[in-house]
Nanobody, 127 residues
Framework: QVQLVESGGGLVQAGGSLRLSCAAS????????MGWFRQAPGKEREFVAA????????HDADSVKGRFTISRDNAKNTVYLQMNSLKPEDTGVYYC????????????????????WGQGTQVSVSS
């Protein structure tokens, strides 16, 4: 069983940056595709970005393209989400998720494909 712990959230002004981290324990992340999701108050959890097992492929939601970058360091068992040019609509709880994958290049993008979730970290962007 893999446990995920997010950190790095906080309050930032519009246009600012934050870097989220997701540290894993219990299992090596080498066999997991990883994703970031977010949930705003009163809304459903939505896909933000995902990265394949090797880190060779990534996929971003249209709403964050060009502003957010997902990356991973398998040696540190950690996944990151660099968020630049933040907007008030980026506000929400950000969740890290892991999906055990036999395929090296698969990038899951839906909530139902991920079997392991962190507790989330709050990101608030003021205008």
């Amino acid at each position: 069983q893999v446990q995920l712990v997010e950190s790095g959230g906080g309050l930032v002004q519009a246009g600012g940056s934050l870097r989220l981290s997701c540290a894993a324990s219990g299992r090596t992340l080498t066999y997991y595709a990883m994703g970031w999701f977010r949930q705003a108050p009163g809304k459903e959890r939505e896909f933000v970005a995902a990265i394949s097992r090797s880190g060779g492929r990534t996929h971003d939601a249209d709403s964050v393209k060009g502003r957010f970058t997902i990356s991973r360091d398998n040696a540190k068992n950690t996944v990151y989400l660099q968020m630049n040019s933040l907007k008030p609509e980026d506000t929400g709880v950000y969740y890290c998720a892991a999906d055990f994958q036999l395929e090296v290049d698969t990038i899951p993008t839906t909530v139902g494909e991920y079997g392991h979730w962190g507790q989330g970290t709050q990101v608030s962007v003021s205008s």
